[in-house]
């Protein structure tokens, strides 16, 4: 490892060649693994501003698409593209020239290509996200690891008396499991009293949220407590739908919460991200869901260290540690960064779409409400939301009959899905609250929902095998009763 | 890779093909004969060949077999993502766990966890210390100490972690050039005893098993044994370098956490580390991720076998490594014995041709080891050693780290012939890929540089790179 001072201290102005001739994974013209090499994948600085992309002369057609994509199981009803996201194999290739540069000469890699690519990345990242200083965009893992980021930092505020014990931290009900238990690791461990926000499901409209939220709030207030933190999703995972953020963010101003963050695992690329527009002092996106890139890079979106915004700290701490958090997370070690690096890459994939990554998502949404309204039609089910509250996912309630009474059995039926029928789609257990009103909504014993997710590679064929998967079910008289025990 | 079909069959005692051999087809049983030059070089020709690459402590190496397995690793996750995570992820990561555990000599696989490299691992150790001050565990002023050559990052991460929660930093002075270990052990006693007088438990001593820069080989076993002695609380070994390097053995040194990355030394791509914690240790108990998943509170193993969708392949293809290795005469202590016969030669070789000394006796060197440069050229910071490095790099296309040792003998009073007046030093390395022509080429270009009246205040300042 590098034992001087960091190349990050260097100057590191954006360029738009690297400076090893040749091996440049985003202007390769001839090099057939780089793709068509159209379209935003120019490297002089971001967009100046966040402009829709011309039309490709030719959009990608779905042959090229298949193409794309040819590295799926093609026997498998992929509809979760929700849980782990997906790659186009141009990308993949790009990633693929990344991690040769590094293994060909890794010192010459470290010194002179690491951190103008990351830069490169963040400075797309920024315009993507309507952000207004580079700065403010740092890029790691995943939305786990920035949760862990924020967490941290709030723990550190309780233990060093920054926040009193028994200060709040509010968070939804349907918060991401894993951030849950961050939670409870940092801010509880650490003194600070969790509130758990109900959210109703089947939800009808974003009053019903907003209602249960200020409730949540008020509880927060209760005996002169202060809530310190507010943990809201912007689309939660399960069950999913999407959550009025920027109402939320705003009446936690109003109702003095120190500091907002927003887990919006799912949603650059599935929806609408504007973080000064939700103004939000945390925000964090996966870019391996829903926006192609490979496993696993997200951003977190935070103010710069200064007197009125807290410094947050990487909790794996190199030598970077003090110089701000995107620095920070530029090197945490010697660690395959090609993910990060290949940001470039993905906007030429999406700009060879019709409209965009707005095209993209716009389409994918249009599908998955045809196609989950056409699944509830076919069961005689119901969706979770209104259209309006979902993105590239949406909840299908299951048909009564398959008896899911537990989340063992969510996972069970899951798993038959998977073996004999070849279909990937996550099942949600949900204890109906009051089962009398449920029957008169025209609920009856629904416990089970799918989440279907759409993506450009999805076909309706997918859907139709779902859909056939669980009729044969249905009509053979199954029920998770006889799924057998672990 | 694609195309082939699980066999869902399952054994007598209910484990699936996929669960005895892992998902990827077996590998040919490896020839009798070891690797020729010849094959090695096919194995690592993916290196930039205009490249005398003498530093494999910094970024390790990786070999084509590996990376052609992990590829394939990477495509089963690609292709159903699902299915990779219920079905493979957690029994090929237990692989990997397994065959390191028999590696180090650790008695329980519950205590060997994999993690992203020596980094995480020292974040991971140093976060449940400031939780000990935190909670009234460890007082307010006790003292953790470690030595002044630990790691950059890893002295950075005690300060953000330990010193930030109240606890009280103690750097081990070393010297250096170094002549014996005993040098190393009474610098450290004198530490504790210092600690001692002032009046403070130490409460974790973190000691290298291979320092980086300069790298010297410290004793950790009698270190770790002082330290008992002592009263330490808990002894960390970040033992970065040392898998594959020099030998590592959980029980004989007794550390109550050892961290190393097993791609500098072990073959395997960047990157991925073990972290072994005593089991005795109750600190090691209520050791976590800092990236907190749904594993949380069932151990380090779990919780570090799963922070969040990544890639995780560099975990997966430890078996694959450790064949590779086996594929040498000796297997992995071959590669480690001539790797350090050569690395010694090839210094003595340097020193002599330059006029210099070793930085350390041959026996406290491992695959690396510290060579002193001309003092005409005149290194007189960190500053100066980066950017001789870079010109090596980009002229003589020779890659080696240069130590810059601020250590003045007038200091110490020592009149050692020709330390004096040497300033820099070049760290070479010797792994598997490497010839003799590396270090001849890096005789030359410092002997050029020396003929050539070459200076480091030659070098182009910062705004002008």
């Not at chain 1, 095998?465 to 006889?482: E, P, S, T």
């Not at chain 2, 060579?371 to 090596?392: Q, T």
């Not at chain 2, 760290?427 to 480091?456: M, P, T």
Request: glycine share 8%.
């Amino acid at each position: 490892m590098a034992e001087s001072s960091s190349p990050a201290a260097q100057t590191l102005a954006l360029t738009s060649q690297p400076s090893v001739p040749g091996m440049d994974p985003h202007h390769q013209d001839d090099c057939p693994e780089n793709g068509l090499g159209r379209g935003n994948g120019e490297t002089n600085g971001p967009p100046a501003k966040r402009s829709r992309p011309t039309p490709p002369l030719s959009p990608i057609t779905a042959a090229e698409i298949a193409e794309e994509f040819s590295h799926h199981d093609l026997s498998v009803a992929r509809i979760n593209n929700g849980s782990f996201g997906s790659c186009p194999g141009s990308v993949l290739s790009a990633q693929a020239v990344w991690q040769r540069l590094f293994l060909r000469q890794p010192d010459a890699f470290y010194f002179n290509h690491l951190q103008p690519g990351l830069l490169r990345s963040r400075a797309i990242v920024k315009d993507l996200i309507n952000a207004t200083d580079i700065d403010e965009v740092s890029l790691v893992d995943n939305a786990t690891t920035a949760a862990a980021i924020v967490l941290q930092h709030v723990s550190w505020a309780f233990s060093e008396g920054v926040f009193h014990k028994g200060d709040a931290v509010v968070m939804l009900h349907y918060a991401y499991g894993a951030v849950k238990k961050s939670i409870h690791a940092y801010v509880a461990r650490a003194g600070g009293h969790v509130i758990e926000v109900p959210l109703p499901f089947p939800v009808s409209s974003n009053e019903e949220i907003i209602r249960e939220f200020r409730k949540a709030l008020d509880l927060g207030k209760a005996n002169g407590r202060r809530v310190r933190l507010a943990v809201i999703d912007h689309v939660t995972s399960m069950p999913s739908v999407v959550i009025p953020v920027k109402e939320l963010t705003k009446i936690c101003r109003q109702e003095g919460v120190d500091q907002v963050f927003v887990d919006a695992a799912h949603a650059i690329g599935n929806v609408e991200v504007d973080v000064q527009d939700i103004d939000a002092d945390f925000y964090t996106s996966n870019l391996h869901k829903w926006f192609f890139c490979p496993p696993s890079v997200a951003f977190l979106h935070s103010k710069k260290c200064s007197s009125s915004a807290p410094c947050l700290h990487h909790p794996v701490v190199s030598q970077e540690y003090g110089k701000g958090l995107p620095l920070e997370s530029a090197w945490i070690g010697t660690r395959d960064y090609s993910s990060q690096l290949v940001v470039p890459s993905v906007i030429d994939f999406v700009n060879r779409f019709d409209g965009g990554i707005l095209g993209i998502r716009t389409r994918n949404h249009d599908k998955v409400v045809e196609m989950g309204m056409m699944l509830a039609q076919a069961w005689g089910t119901f969706l979770g939301s209104p259209p309006e509250m979902c993105c590239s996912m949406i909840m299908v309630a299951l048909p009564g009959s398959l008896g899911v009474s537990s989340e063992k059995d969510a996972l069970k039926l899951r798993s038959l899905l998977r073996e004999e029928y070849r279909v990937e789609v996550p099942i949600h257990y949900h204890r109906p609250k009051d089962i009398e009103a449920g029957r008169q909504n025209g609920h009856s014993g629904v416990t089970g929902y799918v989440r279907i997710s759409y993506q450009v590679y999805n076909t309706v064929d997918d859907y139709y095998r779902l859909r056939d998967a669980v009729h044969k079910l249905v009509n053979d008289g199954f029920n998770c009763g006889m799924l057998p025990s672990k | 890779m694609d195309g082939q079909h699980d066999d869902h069959r399952v054994d007598a005692n209910g484990r699936s093909q996929e669960e005895r051999e892992g998902p990827l087809p077996k590998r040919p049983r490896p020839l009798l004969a070891s690797l020729s030059a010849a094959e090695i070089a096919e194995e690592f020709s993916h290196h930039d060949p205009q490249v005398a690459r003498v530093n494999n402590g910094s970024f390790g190496c990786c070999p084509a077999s590996v990376v052609s397995a992990q590829i394939r690793w990477q495509r089963l996750f690609l292709r159903q993502p699902d299915e990779f995570y219920f079905r493979h992820l957690h029994p090929s990561i237990d692989r990997s766990r397994a065959l390191v555990r028999q590696l180090i000599n650790a008695p329980h696989l519950d205590d060997v966890s994999l993690v992203d490299n020596a980094t995480t691992a020292a974040a991971i150790v140093f976060q449940n210390v400031a939780w000990s001050f935190m909670e009234g565990v460890f007082d307010r002023g006790d003292a953790v100490v470690m030595l002044h050559y630990a790691y950059g990052a890893v002295k950075r991460s005690i300060k953000a972690y330990v010193g930030r929660a109240g606890g009280h930093v103690v750097e081990v002075a070393l010297p250096f050039p170094l002549s014996s270990p005993d040098e190393v052990v009474a610098e450290f006693r004198r530490a504790l005893e210092l600690c001692r007088a002032d009046g403070r438990r130490v409460r974790l001593a973190v000691i290298d098993h291979v320092t980086s820069m300069p790298s010297v080989v410290i004793p950790v076993k009698e270190l770790t044994r002082i330290c008992r002695e002592e009263g330490v609380d808990q002894v960390f070994v970040d033992g970065a370098h040392s898998i594959g390097n020099v030998e590592v053995d959980m029980q004989d040194i007794g550390a109550d956490f050892y961290a190393s990355n097993l791609h500098k030394w072990l073959f395997c791509p960047p990157s991925v580390a073990f972290l072994h914690t005593r089991h005795s240790s109750a600190a090691g108990r209520r050791l976590h991720h800092p990236v907190v998943s749904h594993e949380y509170g069932n151990g380090l193993p779990l919780e570090s076998g799963w922070i969040g969708n990544r890639d995780y392949t560099p975990q997966l293809v430890v078996p694959t490594a450790l064949e590779f290795a086996e594929r040498f005469e000796g297997g992995l202590e071959g590669i480690r014995r001539r790797n350090h016969e050569r690395v010694v030669e090839m210094g003595r070789m340097l020193a002599a041709a330059w006029g210099t000394q070793l930085g350390c006796p041959p026996e406290m060197s491992c695959s690396m080891i510290m060579v002193g440069l001309p003092s005409g050229l005149g290194i007189a910071s960190e500053k100066d050693a980066m950017g001789l490095r870079a010109l090596l790099r980009e002229e003589f296309k020779v890659e080696v780290p240069i130590y810059y040792n601020k250590q003045s003998p007038d200091e110490d009073g020592e009149d050692k012939i020709g330390a004096a007046a040497v300033t820099g030093y070049a760290r070479i390395s010797h792994q598997v890929y490497n010839v003799a022509e590396d270090y001849y080429r890096l005789r030359d270009a410092i002997n050029k540089l020396v003929r050539d009246g070459f200076n480091c205040t030659l070098l182009p300042s910062k705004e002008q790179r």
